[in-house]
């Protein structure tokens, strides 16, 4: 588990280089709530290619989805969370529950909910996705005015 106050910075710890770029696409892409890995990597982002790679999605079992379709990964959980998944094609407006407009509409207007939760971990979808997620859980609170940051991960490449 880890807090980040957001005064301060955007929460990136590591020791590695880190490609800018490529978080921000990622995120963004998230935030759209896309599961299609060929999107992201026409932004010049391949971190998800290999997960997104006939051979990966064969080995994993999802033998039916087409190449890059990663399945109800993050974005899809944010903003569709327990919609049916069919494809990366198919739209899910208004399907499932949209935790990120939920979560920003408590952000905005009810600054001491303890309920500002998103969570990616949907364990009837986890055979769907090409990986389940590492950032599983996030909960947003904000004190003296500060909006402040925990989430809970369960793996990570540091």
Known sequence: MMRFDLTESFP???T???YWKGVVEELLWFLCGHTNAKKLEEQGVK????NGSSEYLDRVGLTQGEEG????IYGFQWQYFGAPY??????????????LADL????KNTHDDRRMTMIAWNPT??????LPACHLLSQL???????NYMMYQRSADL
């Open 125 to 130: 979808a986890l055979k769907e996705m090409a």
């Open 104 to 107: 920003l509409y408590k952000i």
């Open 47 to 50: 971190i998800w290619n290999a």
């Open 141 to 147: 609170y904000v004190a003296d005015n500060k909006l």
């Open 69 to 72: 379709d990663l399945g109800p």
């Open 12 to 14: 990136l710890l590591t």
């Open 16 to 18: 590695k280089s880190i």
């Open 86 to 99: 069919k494809t990366m094609h198919d739209t899910y407006k208004n399907q499932g529950v949209d935790q």
